[in-house]
């Protein structure tokens, strides 16, 4: 039997609990009163559980669906908050935002439910689904500009003209703390939780989570590590953190566009830099492959913006000391965008290749090839075969297949070794192989047709 050594009684130190950050903007008394404003209208979205992406980083991985919040996002948390602290003369000259997306639907639906009048200006070029839904929520959509800066100085000028309230996207304490709100919830529904893992744009949805989580974990006397997640064509909170000051970073697309924000909010970025405990970034094929996986595993239909922070679990960039939270924070994805995002994800992933062969001009190539093919397991989706093209021998066809593979290409039995054994050594171009990852065209899309080809074969399914 062991025994203890006798020691005579010590008081047991307890830990310190953590010291409650100075956090600029909300506290958290405002968050917990955001959290009984939005209580009416606001969704208390499920949290889900990833088998699949728990097994990839080696730790409980749980989905905060905003995807499923009213409105299609979580937008609706922080204009509602924004909408319902206006005074009654401000409610009566009605609201005004701009925005091409998600901040548009969600001061729509507030406006609607406080019976207030909202006008949304909208780009010219807006998706057609997203100036319906708007519509549909009650507002007055105006197309105006070309761009969201112009939009957003024609929402400026009607403003001025009508006394109507703007209300931004993310650059207000009262849409912050509506924002979060979020992060409230999901204290509540994931107590273990050691990090969380949200997208930014703005800077709006990251700064209302990471402050409203902090504060409240620091009043429960524990901690929460909050990871920050850009597009890589829109970041400008890496620079903007490292100088300490806004940075505007050059305009660069991305299939992200609910946070393609070229410059952080002010007051976003002051609470970003002492909440946000990290900010990493993701490129398009990161979020194309992420967003592939939360429809394949999760059944979840998110939109490329909302998947930011599923990509930079895949890609490593998240060091799991315990249960992961990630937010989808929006599921707004136009069906022909989703196409495409669900191609260019197949092709990133090495599900999808466009393999281009020359070959010799005798029978039984094509035999040999889908010979190959078979023998990898891949599926062969098109065939284009041609004789004529610029740079090709007079005695060497060439041929161009669309495959579905199982996977990356390793092994000598992959579709692009294949390819690459299908080159015949006595070809006179040695350079005769090109096996390329292209995302693969819609279906029923057109495919752009040289003149030269000869056959054109779909053997899809
Ligand atoms: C789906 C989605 N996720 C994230 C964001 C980023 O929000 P914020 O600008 O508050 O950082 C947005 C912004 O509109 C969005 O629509």
């Given at each position: 039997?062991?025994h ?15 010291e409650?950050?100075v956090?600029p903007?909300p506290?958290?008394a405002d968050?917990?009163h955001?959290?009984?404003?939005v ?5 208390r979205?499920?949290m ?12 409980p ?9 009213r409105t299609?996002?979580y937008k609706?948390?922080?204009?509602f ?11 009566a ?7 091409a997306?998600?901040?548009a639907q ?7 439910e406080?019976?207030?009048r909202?006008?949304i ?10 100036l ?7 507002a007055?959509?105006?197309?105006s500009g ?8 024609a929402?400026?000028r ?5 006394g109507?309230?703007i209300i931004?996207p993310?650059d ?12 409230l919830?999901i ?12 997208p ?13 989580m ?5 009043a ?14 829109a ?15 050059p305009v660069?697309p ?14 976003n970025?002051?609470i970003?830099?002492?909440s ?8 398009e ?8 996986v939360l ?5 979840l239909?998110?939109?490329p913006a909302g998947?930011?922070g ?12 315990g249960?992961v939270?990630?937010?989808?924070s929006?599921g707004?994805?136009?069906p022909?965008l ?5 191609a260019?994800g197949?092709a ?7 393999l ?5 001009d005798?029978p039984?190539?094509l035999a ?8 990898a397991?891949?599926?062969?989706v ?9 740079g090709?021998?007079i005695?060497?066809v ?10 990356p290409?390793?092994?000598?039995r ?12 006595r ?5 005769a192989v ?8 819609p279906r029923?899309?057109e495919?752009p ?6 056959r ?6």
């Amino acid at each position: 039997m062991n025994h203890a050594p006798e020691t005579t009684a010590q008081p047991i130190a307890q830990p310190a609990p953590p010291e409650a950050a100075v956090i600029p903007g909300p506290t958290l008394a405002d968050f917990e009163h955001a959290q009984r404003t939005v209580a009416p209208v606001a969704r208390r979205t499920p949290m889900e559980t990833s088998r699949h992406l728990g097994r990839l980083i080696g730790a409980p991985v749980h989905l905060k669906c905003e995807n499923l919040q009213r409105t299609g996002s979580y937008k609706l948390r922080g204009a509602f908050n924004r909408l319902s602290a206006l005074s009654a003369g401000e409610r009566a000259r009605g609201v005004v935002a701009a925005s091409a997306g998600n901040h548009a639907q969600g001061v729509a639906y507030a406006a609607r439910e406080l019976g207030i009048r909202a006008t949304i200006f909208m780009p010219v070029g807006v998706a057609l689904p997203k100036l319906e839904a708007t519509r549909d929520y009650g507002a007055d959509v105006v197309l105006s500009g070309e761009t969201i800066g112009e939009t957003l100085e024609a929402a400026a000028r009607f403003a001025d003209e009508t006394g109507a309230t703007i209300i931004p996207p993310f650059d207000h304490a009262d849409v912050v703390a509506g924002q979060g709100t979020l992060g409230l919830e999901i204290l509540e529904q994931a107590p273990d939780a050691t990090t969380v893992v949200v997208p930014i744009g703005g800077g709006g949805l990251a700064s209302g989570v990471a402050s409203a989580m902090k504060q409240k974990a620091a009043a429960l006397g524990r901690s929460i590590r909050v990871i920050g997640v850009q597009a890589e064509n829109a970041a400008p909170y890496v620079p903007s953190l490292a100088l300490g000051e806004a940075v505007t970073v050059p305009v660069v697309p991305t299939i992200a566009d609910g946070i393609a924000v070229y410059r952080p909010g002010e007051l976003n970025l002051e609470i970003i830099r002492e909440s946000v405990d990290e900010v990493v970034t993701v490129t398009e094929d990161d979020i194309a492959r992420a967003l592939l996986v939360l429809l394949e595993r999760a059944k979840l239909v998110v939109e490329p913006a909302g998947a930011v922070g599923v990509a930079a679990l895949m890609t490593g960039k998240v060091e799991a000391d315990g249960p992961v939270v990630v937010v989808l924070s929006g599921g707004n994805i136009d069906p022909l965008l989703m196409q495409r995002v669900i191609a260019h994800g197949l092709a990133a992933s090495d599900r999808y290749l466009t393999l281009r062969i020359g070959l010799p001009d005798r029978p039984g190539q094509l035999a040999r090839i889908s010979e190959l093919l078979a023998e990898a397991k891949a599926n062969v989706v098109e065939v284009l075969h041609t004789r004529h093209g610029a740079g090709m021998q007079i005695s060497e066809v060439a041929l161009e297949l669309s495959v579905e593979t199982r996977g990356p290409p390793t092994g000598p039995r992959s579709s692009r070794s294949c390819a690459a054994r299908a080159t015949n050594p006595r070809s006179s171009r040695s350079d005769a192989v090109a096996a390329s990852a292209t995302p693969p065209p819609p279906r029923n899309a057109e495919r752009p047709r040289s003149g030269g080809r000869s056959r054109s074969v779909s053997t899809g399914h």
